[in-house]
């Protein structure tokens, strides 16, 4: 009897184990499983607005993980890239990204609670203004509710992070608490992924998410 209970106790663990490596709500992508050209498997690309993104994995020197990024190198309104198969009402999402360049914008940003192509949070680091914002996307149109003015620095990696609890967010920039704010436009899940703006070339690496 002990014998039984002790192999149905690690059997068990095990499936647990298995089921929360496997969840499609909580992973890490370094987009390195993924040829060079392509998307990653599970993610659409768009853009808010109008525009022609150009979104794709690519081999870089500086990954901070070796050797992938996925990389944004065309232009458009707002440029988007999501993780689809994933949908969060609450949890944390986190990004490494690298402002390449860009005349208008240099940004790199985080999607939550995604519903479509017009409708989604986004909090994003620009490194032309040197400010880190949080806003929400509503039928297309944009508009700000929080703002700090931060050093962002071009050609550098950088950490960006949002946690989110129902109307509740906190925005961590280089592993500093940047913003902390409350709204209740979006209260659903949503899909998760990044986001530029208009000429920005930017690299991201790492994708971190985790929630329900």
Not at 56 to 67: G, L
Request: hydrophobic share 40%; with cysteine.
């Amino acid at each position: 009897m002990k014998t039984i209970i002790i192999f149905l106790t690690v059997f068990l663990m095990g499936a647990v184990a298995y089921a929360d490596s496997n969840t499609p709500n909580k992973g890490t992508i370094n987009f390195d499983q993924t040829a060079a050209g392509q998307l990653p498997e599970g993610w659409v690309a768009g853009v808010t607005g109008g525009g022609s993104p150009k979104w794709s994995v690519e081999a870089d020197a500086t990954a901070p993980s070796q050797p992938n990024v996925l990389k944004q190198s065309g232009s458009g309104t707002f440029p988007w890239c999501v993780k689809k198969d994933v949908s969060l009402k609450n949890g944390f999402v986190e990004v490494k990204f690298k402002p390449i360049s860009g005349r208008e914008d240099q940004a790199g940003g985080i999607i939550w609670r995604w519903q479509d192509g017009d409708n989604y949070y986004i909090t994003r680091a620009n490194a032309l203004e040197d400010n880190v914002t949080i806003y929400y996307t509503v039928k297309g149109r944009r508009r700000s509710f929080k703002n700090v003015d931060m050093k962002v620095a071009s050609n550098e990696w950088h950490t960006l992070r949002v946690d989110f609890k129902g109307n509740q967010f906190k925005v961590t920039f280089d592993g500093k608490v940047a913003i902390e704010a409350t709204d209740d436009t979006f209260k659903e899940a949503g899909a998760v992924g990044v986001w530029t703006k208009a000429d920005s070339i930017t690299l991201f690496d790492d994708f971190n998410f985790e929630g329900n």
